[in-house]
Structure formats: C-alpha cells, structure tokens
C-alpha cells in the first residue's frame, strides 16, 4: 500500500509476472522487437547505447524515500547494475548496465517496498514532482506532497494514461518561488489562496503547455485559482484533450505545447472546458484530495552551528552549512546532501539509509536538482551528521550553487546522446572547486548540461546551459557544446536561455571559468548574472569566448578531439541509436486497435437506444481504425478510405489472414449506409462488427518477430 492508502500490490504482481511472460515471448522470438520495446518502455526499461544492456528508472512520486526503499535501491544498485544510482531532473532514480533477464527479480524486488517502475518511460504520464523543498520552505503556502502523490497514484495505471500521444508531465510548487518548475510542464500546479465569503480558500494557480527539448516553450496561464477538489478532474479533461488531439503521425510534434501551439489559448480553454464539464458529469469517482492547512509565516529560529573546538572543522562545517542546510522554524534543519551530477554509489545509498535510520529523518526526498534533500535534524545533532557524510564521501558544500552542476548521463549510456556530458560536468565541477573558493557574488547561477538538444539536463533554463553538438574541425568531428545564456525560473518571471556559441568540449571548463570572471569584472553594482548577460549581450561575450573555438591540429593535439572520458578513441556518431523516447510504429497500431475497440463499445450503446445511425456510424469508425492498423505492418497507409479497405482486403482478407466473412466490409463503403434501415439489420451488423474488432485483435497477438502476422 502506498502513502496515499491505495493499495498497489495486485497491480505490481500482476505486471511482473506478466513482464516475464512477454521477456520470455521476445527471446524466443515470439514477438517482434517493437512490440516488446513499447512495452518494456511503459514498464520503465529503456535500451542504452551498449546492446544487451537496459537502464532501469525507478519512479518515485515527489521524490518522497523512506530507509527500506533506500535500502532495496543499493541492494539492486549493486547486484544487478554497476554500483551507481543516478537522481535525475525528474526525482526518479536510474539504473545502468542491467541484463534484461534480471528486470523482474528487480521489479519484484522494488515492488516488496513499495515502488514501481510503471511508467516511468513511455507515452504515459511520467513521474509527477514537486519542489524538492515542499513541507520545508518557510514561504510555502501549504505542503503540496500529499497532494501530488495522491495525483501520481490516481494516474498509475489509469487507462487514460496508459496510450498517449507521447510523454506528459505534472508538478507542484508550494509557492511563487516556483521550486517545482510549473513552467516548463505540460500541467504545473502553483499553491494559491483566495478569499471567498470572508474565509481563506486553498488551490492552484496553474499553467499549461510548457516543454523542454529541441522546440522549448514555457507553460501558458491558464486559471489564476483552480480548488484543490478540481484538481484531478482537470488532470483527466487534459490528458484527454492530449489523447484525441496529440500528433500520432509525427512524434516531434506531439506533445501538449504543440496543440496550444495549434490552437491558440482561448481554443484550447473552450476545449477543456467542454471535457471538463464531461468529466463532472460522468459517473467517475476521484479520490478525495488531501486538504492543506494554510502555513503561518514564521521566522526561522535554528542558526548555523558552529564546529566542536576544532577550527579546520569549524570553519568546513560553518562553509557546508550555509549551503547545504535549510533552517526550520521548529529549530531543526533540512540537510541537502549534494550528489556529484546526481550519482551515488552502492554504499553512500547504504550510507543514507543508515544516517537517516540514526538521525531519525524518517525518510529522505530526490530533488530535481540531483540532490537528497533529509528533514528534521536537530542542532546537536548537526555534527555528527557532518562527520557521517565524510564517512561516505558526500560531504561537499555548494548544493544548488554554482558549484553543484546538473548533467543528464550523457552518451555513456543515452542512444540519443551525441556528447558526454557527465565527463564534462565532472572537469567543470573540478575546475570550478579550485578556483572559486567563494562564490557569494554567484548567487542563482547553475550550470546545466545535456548531451544532446533533448533537454535532459534541463539546459535551457540555466544561466550558463550547454548542449552536446558535433562540428567539424580541421576535417575531424569533435565533440562540441552549444552555449545557452540567461536561462531560468524564480518567482518573476521563466525564461529560455538563448544560444549563441558552440565551443569544444575539452575547452568548455576553462570558458566556463573565463566567463564567471568576465561577469566578475564587468557587472554594474549588484547586477545578476542574467541582468549582466543581457546588458553586456550575448553577441560580445561569444566575441570574449571566441578563442576557444580554436584547436590545435589533431596530430599535435589528439587528445582535443576527443570526448571527455575517452583517452584512445576518437569521436564519432557510429554508435548513436535511434533513441525511444518518441515511441515506434506499435503505438499507432495499439492505437488503431484500442479506438477500434472503444467506438464497437460505443456502438452497443447506442444500440440500447435504437441510434440504427449513430451504430452505422460508429461501426465504420472501427472497422477502419481496425483496418488502417493491420496494414501498418504491411508499411501501408491511405487518407483514403476506399483505398484502405483495398488494401486490408487484398492483404489480410484474401491472404487468409481474417476470415472471408468479413469481406461484407471490405467491399464498398457507399453500401454501409442500407445496414441502418431497421433493427433487424443493424444489430447483426454490430454482432459482426465485434467479431472482426475481436478477431483483428487476435491477428495483432500473433505478430511474430518480423512484424509479420501469422495466418491463423
């Protein structure tokens, strides 16, 4: 049972055991490999660039772990991956290197604590977040956790989340600061409050629409207050939208922002209204929201503690503690355990889930920012819980400064990846700790990376963003990075960092740290790093930085061409996959397939209120979306109706693939109309009409692994 009472053990068992049955069906090749890589990727189970290998994502609602489940992560971290987890922007947690075979002693493994890696990949709602500092900030609202998890668990395994166009994301933020990022989310919930008849409501201000990768938007407004009871009836009226409106036929184009994008705000607010008001009506029963009590102001009571005599230890404990502790007005401290670009290993989980059972933190929380954020340590408690983290080594100050740098893993592992750039965040992590002993003057600056435009690490709403290219130098590919500048979120206002200069990989450290010196130099008064970027403009900082851009020739200098942890090989694009994140040629089937299903499912309710031609209409609704998904196996589409049911005639009817009694639907569409004169008619034409839905279906369940569907 999860932390919002619903019970998920049947669910967990059922689809681990049935993963095992469809493993098993693809290694005999009983089922193609785009069938089962859709269905792994809705299980969480993504192929990495290495054959053979898979990368497992835990999916942790809000971030939220107690000690058993850290304990089971370093358990499967270490017997079935490398020995290191990786936190990524999204509060889930990554596994790399593992043998498809060991997936469901994993799964079975996660399920026993209470987690799931149930779509964390694929065209599903992904992990819903929240600021990573939610029951913690001083500013907040209310809490926003109970309420997000209650959302995450509702949509698991919900059947309108299990067939979407592409992925689909939601937060909350527990307050204007905007920690949870509302703004680049397809749904972003931002804690409100309004009078109504002389009493303090609680809700939502919410924004819709926003995106990262390659065509970034940022989230549109859509109400100034929404209540807290409509929250998951405007999360399905959405995702509904999403499900009819999303681009199928082009997966670049088919996310949330592209349909505002199509449409126009006050369009789309017409649409979800109208399935907002569907939603109500209908006899579909939410869980009841938690109610938030609204948060007193209060002035923080705990201060930094000071060190036990020792004043090497003193002056190390005071510099960690004003970056890596957030003081509560209960007089405890929230402690965020910086993760180097969010890695950790088998013993420093281990390590956490022994720190957190001692100090009695009850649990601890992934940031968005790679980190691990535990609550409720009490002053004299400080410490030694310093002294516990240089045990295992996470002991560094700087989190969530300038110093703390976010990285997507990069092409060690990504199959879009072109560029490593946890190697590179390494070497900017390292450069940076040597030569900015202080950076106070560099409040609000992070640097984020990711290995290709996908936006993984989140590059585009960073001060300094880079993401990885590939251009040509004195005729050789080199590894190189797109500068992206003035980037981020706060509480006034989101903005895009823009692009200016692709530097080389090998140099990017040492232009990172000439341009922190620039701003240094040349900033106005109190000016911030964005007010700078945007005074001094980005096309002369490109002129500062221009000198980077230089290589020496590859035979003086091989070492420059090549990425950030290879010594010997040279760059190339030989390896790079076709990524999975967009889904295959699967989806538009089982697409085709469930709508086929749902209009027969229509038509028999329409049948109960004799619509003879509402159950005609329906019909040849699902005979064509039945039609026009077989044939995708054949590489065969039309806009054309008359055409597909040619097709679907001549290669599945007449190859003996159905059976010849469906040929009554195959053969002129202008005739459908006569099977709606009279009951007597229609209705053995709707038995029909079910049996070849049925029948399509089965045709489906027997592709083999060439995508070729076996006669009966």
């Avoid at 001094?536 to 061409?561: N, Q």
Wanted: charged share 25%.
């Amino acid at each position: 049972m999860d932390s919002t009472g619903k019970d998920l053990s049947q669910e967990i068992s059922n689809e681990i055991k049935n993963f095992g049955l469809q493993l098993a069906r693809f290694k005999e090749k009983e089922t193609p490999e785009e069938k089962f890589k859709r269905y792994r990727l809705q299980n969480g189970i993504y192929g990495q660039r290495q054959p053979g290998k898979q990368m497992v994502r835990i999916k942790i609602p809000s971030g939220l772990l107690n000690t058993a489940q850290l304990r089971c992560i370093a358990d499967i971290c270490g017997k079935y991956s490398y020995g290191v987890a990786h936190v990524t922007t999204r509060q889930d947690i990554q596994l790399h290197y593992v043998d498809i075979d060991n997936v469901p002693q994993m799964m079975t493994d996660l399920s026993e604590v209470g987690l799931t890696t149930r779509e964390a990949c694929g065209n599903t709602v992904r992990n819903v977040t929240s600021c990573h500092r939610a029951g913690l900030c001083p500013t907040e609202l209310f809490d926003v956790n109970p309420i997000s998890e209650t959302v995450a668990y509702h949509l698991l395994w919900n059947q309108i989340n299990q067939d979407l166009p592409r992925k689909f994301k939601i937060s909350f933020s527990g307050c204007t600061s905007e920690c949870g990022l509302a703004a680049i989310h397809d749904l972003g919930f931002v804690a409100a409050a309004r009078e109504e008849k002389g009493e303090t409501k609680l809700g939502f201000k919410v924004f819709i629409g926003g995106g990262l990768g390659s065509h970034p938007k940022l989230a549109q407004l859509y109400t100034e207050f929404l209540p807290i009871e409509e929250v998951l009836p405007l999360c399905e009226a959405t995702l509904s939208i999403f499900d009819v409106h999303g681009n199928r036929r082009n997966k670049s184009k088919a996310r949330m922002k592209f349909i505002i994008e199509k449409w126009g705000m006050d369009e789309f607010k017409a649409k979800i209204s109208e399935e907002l008001a569907k939603v109500k009506a209908s006899d579909k029963i939410f869980p009841p929201l938690p109610q938030p009590a609204l948060k007193e102001r209060s002035e923080l009571l705990a201060v930094l503690p000071n060190g036990n005599g020792d004043p090497a230890e003193s002056q190390n404990l005071h510099l960690w503690g004003k970056t890596n502790l957030l003081p509560q007005p209960d007089g405890t401290f929230a402690v965020q355990i910086k993760l180097p670009l969010g890695d950790m290993t088998t013993a420093q989980i281990k390590g956490i889930a022994d720190i957190t059972e001692r100090f009695s933190t009850k649990g601890g929380r992934t940031t968005h920012q790679q980190n691990i954020i535990l609550p409720r340590v009490t002053q004299k408690q400080i410490l030694d819980f310093y002294r516990a983290l240089q045990v295992i080594g996470l002991a560094e100050k700087g989190a969530e400064k300038v110093v703390d740098v976010i990285a997507c893993p990069g092409a060690e592992t990504c199959q879009l990846a072109l560029t490593s750039s946890m190697g590179v965040g390494a070497a900017i992590n390292e450069i940076l700790s040597e030569s900015l002993p202080s950076y106070d003057d560099l409040e609000g600056v992070r640097i984020r990376i990711s290995g290709c435009p996908n936006s993984c690490g989140h590059h585009h709403i960073a001060g300094i963003g880079l993401h990885g290219v590939a251009k040509k130098v004195n005729g050789k590919l080199v590894p190189h990075y797109q500068l992206h500048l003035g980037g981020g979120i706060d509480a006034n206002q989101a903005i895009i960092g823009k692009s200016k200069i692709k530097l080389p990989a090998k140099n990017i450290p040492a232009a990172i740290l000439e341009l922190i010196g620039l701003y240094r130099t040349e900033k106005q008064g109190d000016e911030t790093f964005n007010q700078f970027i945007d005074r001094y403009g980005r096309e002369a900082i490109g002129e500062k930085l221009a000198h980077f851009t230089d290589l020496a020739p590859p035979e003086e200098r091989p070492d420059l061409y090549r990425d950030w942890k290879e010594d010997v090989k040279d760059f190339s694009l030989d390896d790079l996959g076709p990524g999975e994140c967009s889904g295959t040629v699967i989806d538009m089937i089982e697409y085709g397939l469930r709508m086929a299903a749902e209009s027969i499912e229509k038509a028999g309710e329409a049948a109960k209120t004799n619509d003879n031609a509402e159950i005609v209409d329906l019909i040849k609704k699902a005979i064509l979306f039945d039609a026009r998904s077989l044939l995708y196996t054949f590489g065969t589409d039309s806009p054309h109706d008359d055409q597909i049911l040619k097709e679907f005639q001549q290669k599945l009817v007449e190859q003996g693939i159905l059976t010849e009694r469906f040929e009554m639907f195959t053969e002129d569409l202008g005739n459908w109309a006569d099977f709606g004169a009279d009951a007597e008619t229609v209705l053995p034409f709707l038995s029909e009409a079910k049996a070849f839905v049925t029948e399509c279906q089965d045709a489906y369940d027997r592709m083999d692994a060439s995508m070729k569907i076996r006669k009966k």
